[in-house]
C-alpha cells in the first residue's frame, strides 16, 4: 500500500500546488480541508451527509475520545472506523490543543504533561509515547506527535523552551511509532510562534527526525497577520516538496488562501460548523447572520450562486424561522450550506492549480466578499 505524498501540478506564479495525500482509507485531494469530527461527527450531519459534500478527510479529536467513551473501548469495537463507520480518512490530533486550552493547570515536564480532565477533574498522565499508543489503538490514518505550545504572546524563553520539548517529543514519539504501524501515518508539528529564530530550529529539529507529513502548530492565536504569513512563507521554503504540509486550525477563507499561495496543503477548522450552528452563514458575498430580522420574509436562498441542498430548496425565510425556533434541523441544514461552502472553495482552488488560474481565483472570491449582505 502507498502511504505518502504526490505533487500533482504547481501554480507557477505562487507556491500553490495541488497533490495527493494516500492513506489507508482512500486518496485525499490538495488543498484540502478536513471538517472537524470532535467526538467522531460532524455535529449535525450523517456520514452521508459529509461523504456527499466531498469530504475525504475527516479530523477526530483524540483527546475527547480518549476520555469518552475510551481508548480501550474503542479499539474493542474495531477502532475508529469501524466505531464510527466513516470509511474515508481519519486525521486525529495529538489532544495538546485540548490540554493546554481546556485545562489551565496542565503541567509539562520532560517526561510528558499532566492535566486534570476537563470533565470530573480526574488527574490524567500522558507521555509522548502514550499519544502515540491512544492514536495507533484508534487506527488514525494520520496520528500527530504530541507538541507544546504556549499562548500568544509568550515570552520568548518560554518559547523556546516550548520548542525544546516539542522536539525531544517528536523524537520519542517517531522512535515508539517506528514499525508499529501498518497503514497509519505519523506527522510531526513545528512550534515556535511567529519567531523566527525558534520556528526555523524547530522546524530543522523535526525534519530531521523525518516524519510523513509536517504541520505548523501554535499560529492563528492573534498574531499581526504579516507576520503570521511571513512564518508560513519561509517555513514552506524549509519543508520537504515531497511531504504534506498542514496549517492547523486556521478557518477564515482569507487566510486559507494565502496560506495556499504560501505552500499549504491542508487546513482543519471548526469555524464553517461551528458557526453554522449559531447561524452564521458564510456565501459567496460575505457573512450572513440568519437571525436577522430583514430575513424574515426573504424568499431568497443564502446565496444565489450556491448548489447545495440547502440552498436549492429553502428560503432565508424559512432558515430564519427554524434558528429562531431552535430546530434540530437549523443545525443540519445551516451546516450542509458552511461545509458545502468551504468544500467547494477548495474544489476550486484544485481546479485552478493545473489551469494556472489561481491568482485569478483568489481575487474573485476576495473581492465579492461584502461587510453586509444586503
Ligand atoms: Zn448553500
Known amino acids: 500500500m502507498k502511504?505518502?505524498?504526490?505533487?500533482l501540478s504547481k501554480d507557477p506564479g505562487s507556491s500553490a500546488r495541488s497533490g495527493l495525500i494516500h492513506t489507508a482509507h482512500g486518496p485525499v485531494e490538495t488543498p484540502a480541508f478536513a471538517p472537524?469530527?470532535?467526538?467522531?461527527?460532524?455535529?449535525?450531519?450523517?456520514?452521508?451527509?459529509?461523504?456527499?459534500?466531498?469530504?475525504?478527510?475527516?479530523?477526530?479529536?483524540?483527546?475527547?475520545?480518549?476520555?469518552?467513551?475510551?481508548?480501550?473501548?474503542?479499539?474493542g469495537l474495531g477502532g475508529l472506523h469501524a466505531f464510527t463507520s466513516w470509511r474515508k480518512a481519519i486525521l486525529t490530533d495529538s489532544g495538546g490543543f485540548q490540554i493546554y486550552s481546556l485545562s489551565p493547570l496542565?503541567?509539562?515536564?520532560?517526561?510528558?504533561?499532566?492535566?486534570?480532565?476537563?470533565?470530573?477533574?480526574?488527574?490524567?498522565f500522558l507521555s509522548p509515547e502514550d499519544v502515540v499508543d491512544?492514536?495507533?489503538?484508534?487506527?488514525?490514518?494520520?496520528?500527530?506527535a504530541l507538541d507544546?505550545?504556549?499562548?500568544?504572546?509568550?515570552?520568548?524563553?518560554?518559547?523556546?523552551?516550548?520548542?525544546?520539548?516539542?522536539?525531544?517529543?517528536?523524537?520519542?514519539?517517531?522512535?515508539?511509532?517506528?514499525?508499529?504501524?501498518?497503514g497509519?501515518?505519523?506527522?510531526?508539528?513545528?512550534?515556535?510562534s511567529v519567531d523566527w529564530d525558534l520556528r526555523q530550529k524547530s522546524i530543522e529539529d523535526i525534519l530531521e527526525i523525518g516524519f510523513d507529513g509536517y504541520a505548523l502548530g501554535g499560529l492563528g492565536l492573534g498574531e499581526p497577520k504579516s507576520e503570521l504569513l511571513e512564518t508560513?512563507?519561509?517555513?514552506?521554503?524549509?519543508?520537504?516538496?515531497?511531504?504534506?504540509?498542514?496549517?492547523?486550525?486556521?478557518?477564515?477563507?482569507?487566510?486559507?488562501?494565502?496560506?495556499?499561495?504560501?505552500?499549504?496543503?491542508?487546513?482543519d477548522c471548526v469555524l464553517p460548523t461551528r458557526n453554522a450552528r449559531n447561524g452564521t452563514l458564510f456565501t459567496s458575498r460575505g457573512k450572513l447572520v440568519i437571525n436577522n430580522q430583514k430575513y424574515a420574509r426573504d424568499p431568497r436562498p443564502l446565496d444565489e450562486g450556491c448548489a447545495c441542498f440547502t440552498c436549492r430548496n429553502f428560503s432565508r425565510a424559512y432558515l430564519r424561522h427554524l434558528y429562531e425556533r431552535q430546530e434540530i434541523t437549523a443545525a443540519v441544514l445551516n451546516t450542509i450550506h458552511n461545509?458545502?461552502?468551504?468544500?467547494?472553495?477548495?474544489?476550486?482552488?484544485?481546479?485552478?492549480?493545473?489551469?494556472?488560474?489561481?491568482?485569478?481565483?483568489?481575487?474573485?472570491?476576495?473581492?465579492?466578499?461584502?461587510?453586509?449582505?444586503?
Not at 108 to 123: C, I, P, Q, W, Y
Open 3 to 7: 502511504l505518502s505524498f504526490d505533487v
Open 36 to 75: 472537524v469530527a470532535s467526538q467522531g461527527t460532524v455535529k449535525g450531519l450523517t456520514h452521508a451527509q459529509v461523504e456527499d459534500l466531498g469530504a475525504n478527510l475527516l479530523l477526530m479529536n483524540s483527546y475527547h475520545l480518549y476520555l469518552r467513551p475510551g481508548v480501550e473501548t474503542i479499539a
Open 134 to 144: 491512544i492514536q495507533l489503538k484508534l487506527g488514525s490514518d494520520i496520528c500527530m
Open 232 to 267: 508560513v512563507e519561509r517555513s514552506c521554503r524549509l519543508l520537504p516538496e515531497d511531504k504534506p504540509r498542514y496549517l492547523m486550525g486556521m478557518g477564515y477563507v482569507a487566510d486559507i488562501l494565502e496560506a495556499v499561495e504560501r505552500g499549504m496543503d491542508l487546513f
Open 106 to 124: 496542565a503541567k509539562v515536564k520532560t517526561e510528558g504533561v499532566r492535566f486534570a480532565s476537563h470533565l470530573d477533574g480526574t488527574k490524567v
Open 184 to 192: 497509519q501515518q505519523l506527522w510531526g508539528i513545528n512550534q515556535g
Open 148 to 182: 507544546y505550545f504556549l499562548p500568544y504572546p509568550a515570552s520568548r524563553e518560554k518559547m523556546k523552551a516550548a520548542v525544546e520539548t516539542t522536539s525531544l517529543w517528536a523524537r520519542r514519539s517517531r522512535l515508539h511509532f517506528e514499525g508499529r504501524a501498518a
Open 339 to 374: 461545509l458545502h461552502y468551504y468544500l467547494d472553495i477548495f474544489r476550486e482552488i484544485r481546479q485552478s492549480i493545473p489551469l494556472r488560474l489561481f491568482a485569478d481565483l483568489k481575487r474573485k472570491i476576495l473581492a465579492n466578499q461584502e461587510e453586509e449582505l444586503p
